[in-house]
Each structure stands twice: as structure tokens, then as C-alpha cells.
């Protein structure tokens, strides 16, 4: 009885056995193949994840920033411009976030800097550090 995959070929008058090339010895590679290459598509995905969460925050930042001085720029409201500027954002950017220069309108206009710390999806590593987002705007004068 012959084997799957084999046969006879006819050399020089001679019956030689030929192996036949098919699946048999290919089972399992391709499988192989990708766990060698899973931990680089992790990795990359991963990279893409940090990228985002890096562009999140400093459009986050950038919208608490705008919000408080917003708020400062009120004679009336400006004791509640840190208040403001959490309450624009996502609650784990606020709890990741600074507020400096709400103290109200001492001139023509008022600055605002937020400052939020980037989470990290890779643990032990700081790649990107805080980013900080500035707004200015002019005092209202209604008062």
C-alpha cells in the first residue's frame, strides 16, 4: 500500500521512490511564525495606546485651562476658576491635573496654566512627562 504523499518516478530506467512535497511537514508553522512575531504587534499596539492617552491629556489640559480662565476672567466667579476647570475634564485627568494662576482679574486679562501628568501603559517607564496647556483671557468688565 503507498503512502499519502509519496510515489515512484522512473530515473534512468530505474523506479525511484520521490516524496512527494505537501502539508506533512508544514503543520504548525505558521503558527510558530506568529507567536514569534505576537510580542512586536503587542508592543506597537501598545505604543499606539500611549500616543493616545498622551494626545488626551494635553487636549484635556488645554480644555480646563480655557474653562478656568474662563472663570477667573468673572470679577464675581473668580474664586471658582479651579472648580471650573476640573469639572471640564474627565475625572481621572482631574485627579492627574494642577491649576495655577486662578487668582482673578488683577489687570486686563487673566493666564491660566494647567498642568496634567500622562499615565503610562508601560509600568516604570515616564516616556512623556506632564504636559502643560496656557489660556489668557481678558477680565470682563462689567464690574
Known amino acids: 500500500m503507498r503512502r499519502p504523499g509519496s510515489g515512484t518516478r522512473r530515473l534512468a530506467g530505474a523506479r525511484v521512490p520521490v516524496r512527494?512535497?505537501?502539508?506533512?511537514?508544514?503543520?504548525?508553522?505558521?503558527a510558530v511564525e506568529y507567536l514569534g512575531f505576537l510580542p512586536l504587534l503587542l508592543l506597537?499596539?501598545?505604543a499606539g495606546v500611549q500616543l493616545g492617552l498622551a494626545a488626551y491629556a494635553?487636549?484635556?489640559?488645554?480644555?480646563?485651562?480655557?474653562?478656568?480662565?474662563?472663570?477667573?476672567?468673572?470679577?464675581?466667579?473668580a474664586d471658582g476658576a479651579e472648580q471650573a476647570?476640573?469639572?471640564?475634564?474627565s475625572?481621572?485627568?482631574?485627579?492627574?491635573?494642577?491649576?495655577?494662576?486662578?487668582?482673578?482679574?488683577?489687570?486686563?486679562?487673566?493666564t491660566v496654566t494647567v498642568t496634567v501628568t500622562i499615565p503610562s501603559v508601560f509600568p516604570g517607564v515616564?516616556?512623556?512627562?506632564?504636559?502643560?496647556?496656557?489660556?489668557?483671557?481678558?477680565?470682563?468688565?462689567?464690574?
Do not use: K, Y
Open 85 to 89: 476647570g476640573r469639572a471640564a475634564v
Open 58 to 77: 494635553a487636549q484635556q489640559a488645554g480644555t480646563a485651562a480655557r474653562a478656568a480662565a474662563r472663570t477667573a476672567a468673572q470679577r464675581e466667579r
Open 44 to 46: 506597537v499596539a501598545l
Open 126 to 143: 515616564d516616556a512623556f512627562g506632564p504636559v502643560h496647556r496656557s489660556a489668557t483671557m481678558p477680565c470682563d468688565e462689567s464690574n
Open 91 to 110: 475625572a481621572w485627568v482631574a485627579q492627574r491635573s494642577t491649576i495655577g494662576g486662578t487668582g482673578g482679574c488683577p489687570g486686563d486679562a487673566v
Open 20 to 30: 512527494v512535497r505537501g502539508r506533512g511537514r508544514d503543520h504548525g508553522s505558521a
